[in-house]
């Protein structure tokens, strides 16, 4: 992670040492590098210049207003899963013309505010779905812009927990009950049936199966126009993988990829539809912002066991679910690497549950009062976290070169409990 350097024996980011930071701010703090997300972006924006194209970024992975008023700025569009997201982009100054609102569980409220602010596209993921937006379109006397998200049956070879493109996924229309679906949609008054979206799994290290989900959309745009169906816009979704330091395979450089997407997608189209066009579009969250950010926690104990030694820190996880939500393994590094004897520890925080832990069998040479950093937690860390034991949520820093901002404080106490009332 080029934007955290261990410079004269202590980790940055970017231009500033991360123990000013903890100063400043306390710990835990994520910590995220603008650099490192402006790079990111532009790993797909760069390939897609001068093409009828469009990045929306999955926002559930990191929704902070500042990541998403850069990413705008940068011309991103943003995919969406709440009508709370919708409120997102905008009090960021995104567009609601470019967003596009994914999920399997649309409220009328949603659909209403959504359609109320002219989104781009709705990515249906049933046949009663279809029809609620129908109706809600008529009341209001709108057409509602849909895409299917049609479930590829491919096996993203990723965790069960992230792997959405299989038949026995909630996800998506099943890709034999699709040619059916999309006639439906055809059929209603109030809609406009404008695309098609897939997204088989995330952490994909490897490209080959989100391209052969892309050939099974690209056969069935060409079944659909060969019945009058003709779709404007061909949603790949997301998924690219992250180097979580793992030690697996690197994953696919993100311009290879799109770029890979490209070459498909202009062969077919002079194969088959005399260059006519289709807008391509992207749904990538992880790959975005997974890289960018590290979270910042303090030791508070070494309490050696039996069989196990602990490191107790002040992170847990409430502020990082993806370890005992999915197994992941999540890189921890020391800000200021001292010399010694390493020991293995279990990373455990303070919440009250044996899944509490960050990491495990880790060797380390740590004291009480030293800094870790666990890297690559910019995706799924804080838009996961929660108040569970009233722990307020952690703050969220952005570096840019010299410059720190913070762009969410701690929460307090007192705000967890602001909204509850007694009895009487
Ligand atoms: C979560 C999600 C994404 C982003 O997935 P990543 O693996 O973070 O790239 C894209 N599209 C949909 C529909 C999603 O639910």
Redesign the pocket.
């Known amino acids: 992670m080029s934007n955290f350097p261990l410079q004269n024996g202590v980790l940055h980011a970017e231009g500033v040492p991360l123990p000013q930071i903890a100063a400043q701010f306390g710990t835990p703090t994520y910590v995220y590098s603008k650099a490192q997300l402006l790079d990111n972006f532009a790993g797909y924006a760069r390939p897609c210049a001068g093409r009828d194209a469009l990045v929306c970024y999955?926002m559930?992975?990191n929704s902070n207003l500042a990541i998403l008023d850069l990413l705008a700025r940068q011309g991103a569009g943003f995919?969406i899963?709440s009508g709370g997201e919708l409120l997102r982009v905008i009090a960021a100054g995104g567009d609601p013309g470019k967003v596009i609102f994914?999920?399997v569980g649309k409220t009328v409220r949603e659909i209403e505010l959504a359609l109320d602010k002219g989104i781009l596209c709705f990515?249906v993921e049933s046949i009663p779905e279809l029809h609620r937006i129908n109706e809600v379109a008529g009341r209001l006397g709108k057409r509602a812009p849909v895409s299917l998200?049609v479930n590829p049956n491919v096996d993203a070879k990723t965790h069960p927990y992230?792997a959405?493109g299989l038949k026995a996924s909630k996800f998506g229309v099943a890709f034999s009950d699709a040619l059916a679906t999309y006639r439906s949609a055809a059929a209603l008054p109030h809609l406009d049936v404008v695309g098609i979206d897939c997204?088989i799994?995330?952490?994909l290290l490897d490209d080959a199966p989100l391209l052969e989900a892309l050939d099974k959309l690209i056969e069935l745009i060409d079944t659909l126009a060969s019945e009058g169906i003709v779709l404007h816009h061909l949603d790949v979704?997301?998924?690219?993988g992250i180097d979580y330091g793992a030690g697996d395979a690197a994953p696919v450089p993100i311009a290879s990829y799109v770029e890979r997407v490209f070459a498909r997608v202009d062969a077919w189209r002079a194969d088959k539809y005399d260059g006519r066009p289709i807008k391509v579009i992207f749904?990538?969250?992880?790959?975005i912002v997974g890289n960018t950010g590290v979270l910042l926690m303090n030791v508070e104990f070494i309490k050696p066991g039996e069989e196990k030694n602990f490191c107790v820190i002040d992170a847990a996880m409430n502020d990082m679910a993806r370890p005992t939500l999915y197994q992941a393994w999540m890189d921890v590094q020391p800000v200021t690497p001292r010399q010694g004897e390493a020991v293995t520890y279990d990373l455990v925080g303070p919440v009250c549950e044996s899944g509490d832990w960050l990491a495990r069998d880790r060797a380390l040479v740590v004291e009480p009062g030293d800094l870790l950093a666990m890297m690559a937690a910019g995706?799924?860390g804080f838009t996961m976290s929660s108040n569970y034991n009233t722990r307020g949520r952690a703050a969220e820093v952005l570096v840019d070169g010299e410059n720190v901002h913070l762009i969410r404080r701690r929460e307090e106490p007192a705000e967890l409990f602001a909204l509850e009332s007694l009895v009487g």
């Open positions: 999955a559930k992975a995919d899963v994914s999920g990515n998200r992230i959405t997204h799994g995330s952490q979704g997301g998924g690219l749904e990538p969250g992880r790959s995706a799924y």
